[in-house]
């Protein structure tokens, strides 16, 4: 798969969700309650049409818009897309809110990238690949270069803009020296992880699907990080919400914080 193809099809799903915000937008509620907008679907059906061009026609493509079956082809690439994550913000005109996806290969997982669409950067890495790629229009391609770590008794946390997290509180609560900052998408909160912004990301919701946490797998891996359940995990990721609490960050700071879960 050509990675700048990839980089100009999000550009263009990008420009025409902030044009489309622009111009006013038509809320809806989901279900569960959650919002969804004109340009969620708009973005899901321009990508729906654009995605298995870059891969093969055969690819199959599911998003948030579109649940995933029982099970997945094993013979077939799938794309695996939130076309907002972080809509609330989207709605608010807030910068904080992204394009993410996955391609897997069977049910084993690929590629996982987020798009930011307010400053056209994408970051994207390959499953098991050490090295995350950082898009821009102005630089195209570099490597992602972190930032030093903190030690354990300076950790900074990334926490919801728009939800509430009362395992966040305890936690500050319990350490006052540790500070923090707010993102409204899941896919920018694993990426100030993976540019050592943040150290740790903690969510207890049981409110994430496999479009907020398979794209995070390959570059948190890649950042030498992980994403790290804190109940038994998911059995497939065809599960519409996740039904289990996890923890971003490294291995030290996780047994800092959750000494009684195993690595």
């Known amino acids: 798969m050509n990675h700048s193809d990839l980089y100009q099809v999000l550009r263009q799903a990008g420009h025409q969700a902030l044009s489309l915000r622009s111009s006013g937008l ?19 059906a ?32 799938h794309w695996i897309i939130d076309p907002i994550d972080g809509t609330k913000e989207f709605i608010k005109g807030s910068t904080d809110w992204v394009i993410q996806g996955a391609l897997l290969d069977g049910d084993q997982l690929s590629l996982g990238f987020v798009f930011q669409p307010a400053t056209e950067t994408l970051w994207m890495a ?10 821009s229009s102005a630089t195209n391609c570099t490597e992602l270069t972190p930032l030093p770590r903190r030690s354990n008794d300076n950790i900074t946390l990334v926490r919801s803009s728009s939800n509430p997290d009362p395992a966040v509180e305890e936690i ?13 998408s899941v896919g ?8 050592g912004q943040a150290d740790v990301y903690i969510n207890f919701s049981r409110q994430c699907g496999p479009w907020d946490l ?10 030498g ?25 490294s291995d030290e700071i996780i047994e800092t914080l ?3 879960i195993s690595s």
């Open 26 to 44: 038509k809320i809806e509620r989901k279900i569960d309650g959650s919002p969804v907008t004109a340009a969620d679907f708009m973005i899901d």
């Open 46 to 77: 321009l990508l729906a049409n654009e995605m298995p061009k870059l891969t093969t026609p055969a690819s199959k493509y599911w998003s948030e818009e579109r649940p995933l079956p029982p099970s997945l082809d094993s013979g077939s690439h």
């Open 126 to 135: 390959q499953s098991k690949a050490p090295v995350i790629e950082r898009w």
């Open 172 to 184: 500050l609560n319990r350490h006052p020296g540790f500070k923090f900052f707010r993102r409204g």
């Open 188 to 195: 920018l909160k694993a990426i100030t992880l993976c540019e």
């Open 214 to 223: 398979l794209p995070c797998i390959p570059l948190l891996e890649a950042a």
């Open 225 to 249: 990080l992980r994403l790290h359940w804190l109940d038994e995990g998911p059995k497939n990721w065809t599960e519409p919400k996740i039904q289990s609490r996890f923890v971003m960050g």
């Open 258 to 260: 959750f000494p009684k």
